[in-house]
């Protein structure tokens, strides 16, 4: 049972959404004479003597309840002598955020349970990623009134059995987006299900490529489904390769996976190529299309005729034999950019990538994936703007086959 002592003198911040648990017991702290709040949750009354009760009142109340935390209702001076007294008896306390102000001053109290801070404004998102805290112990909640109880309950559950995201997932999976508002969505929803039964810790990227759309709000909408879920939009120049480099700099894993924004890879199959990184040493694990014919059924025949010709002249340059050497949709080993960092911004960097890992572990391999349907929209790609990326990607790792070492301007 948990048991949460809610404090607030005048107005709440909470929506009036449905919440039954029988897992929780709430207890109303409020001074005498309080007009009654709309609280979305029955709770037991405590009411302490005065308009403004003493210090001293509520500590002794404080203590003698005993609350597994302190639920802070509101901004007032009830709440605020209320969240002293919790720090002073090392208390966890719970406070919903819904300003700049409140997110700038949130306080670092060093207690054996830490304190839970819940943003109920979409806006505070993007300041949010900055702390340290977010998706651990500062969590955005859901605005629907419908959800948001659900959340809520789902959170403190998860924070008082210390199952809360410690902050330094295993995998992050990088999602780059250019004008994908439709399709994120979907992406997110699959990346949840395939994702959430794992045996490791993860967090999903979406990294917003400057889109003239409303895919960064969108993106942001997103990260209320999860703690786990982090949205960004990046400056020009745009690029998918520019996104991926974006979302490599946020990622806090030692192990990156990429799957696009368009809906149409095999997000399923990202344990698998976690676990192939993780159990069988390889540094690369790529998703590939094109060793089971029903795996590239949906892929364009003349992307399919370009991607057979890039894979012949890549195994005649530089002797590595893959079935696909282009697919974006893949996991890899952070460590492969510790000598050589990632330098395409286009299309061209799946294949960089590729190689890179070749050259320095010669220990890539790949997964069986099947392409599937874009969600809606239209692709991005065109081989006129790729190839010349995709060419000089092939002479880079011609060199590295010859010389053991990546070519960069500065070697």
Not at 325 to 336: G, L, W
Request: charged share 25%; glycine share 8%.
């Amino acid at each position: 049972m948990i048991k949460l002592l809610l404090a607030a003198g005048g107005g709440t911040v909470l929506p009036a959404c449905p919440f039954e648990d029988d897992d929780f017991t709430f207890v109303l702290a409020r001074p005498a004479g309080a007009h009654d709040l709309p609280l979305p949750w029955p709770p037991q009354f405590i009411e302490l003597a005065g308009d403004l009760p003493s210090f001293a009142a509520i500590h002794d109340m404080l203590r003698r309840e005993a609350p597994d935390a302190c639920v802070l209702l509101d901004d007032g001076v009830f709440a605020r002598l209320f969240g002293v007294a919790a720090d002073l008896l090392a208390l966890p306390i719970m406070r919903f955020v819904g300003s700049t102000e409140q997110l700038r001053n949130l306080p670092r109290r060093d207690k054996p349970k830490s304190d839970l801070f819940l943003l109920t404004d979409l806006g505070l998102l993007p300041p949010a990623l900055s702390d340290d805290r977010y998706g651990s112990t500062l969590i955005a909640l859901p605005a629907d009134p419908k959800e948001f109880g659900a959340s809520f309950q789902s959170v403190v559950k998860g924070w008082a059995a210390g199952e809360l995201d410690s902050g330094h997932p295993d995998l992050s999976v990088i999602v780059p987006a250019f004008k994908e508002a439709q399709n994120l969505p979907l992406v997110c929803s699959r990346l949840l299900a395939a994702l959430g039964p794992g045996d490791f810790s993860w967090e999903v990227l979406l990294v917003d490529d400057f889109s003239p759309d409303d895919t960064y709000q969108v993106a942001l909408e997103q990260m209320r489904r999860s703690p786990r879920i982090r949205a960004f939009t990046k400056p020009t120049p745009r690029g998918m390769g520019n996104a991926i480099r974006y979302g490599l700099r946020m990622a806090r894993a030692p192990v990156a996976a990429v799957t696009m924004g368009d809906g149409s890879d095999e997000v399923e199959r990202i344990p698998d190529m976690y676990r192939a990184i993780r159990d069988g040493g390889f540094s690369l694990a790529i998703g590939s299309r094109y060793r089971r014919p029903e795996n590239y059924a949906n892929v364009p025949r003349i992307y399919r005729f370009w991607s057979r010709t890039f894979r012949l002249v890549a195994r005649v340059l530089t002797g590595v034999k893959l079935s696909d050497y282009t697919n974006a949709f893949r996991a890899f080993s952070m460590a492969i950019f510790a000598k050589y960092g990632p330098e395409s911004g286009g299309f061209e960097i799946s294949p960089e990538i590729t190689f890179k890992a070749w050259l320095i572990t010669r220990n890539v391999t790949e997964v069986d994936v099947r392409h599937l349907k874009r969600a809606s929209g239209q692709s991005k790609f065109s081989f006129l703007k790729a190839g010349p990326g995709y060419g000089r990607v092939l002479i880079k790792a011609l060199v590295g086959r010859m010389t053991g070492k990546w070519f960069t301007l500065d070697w």
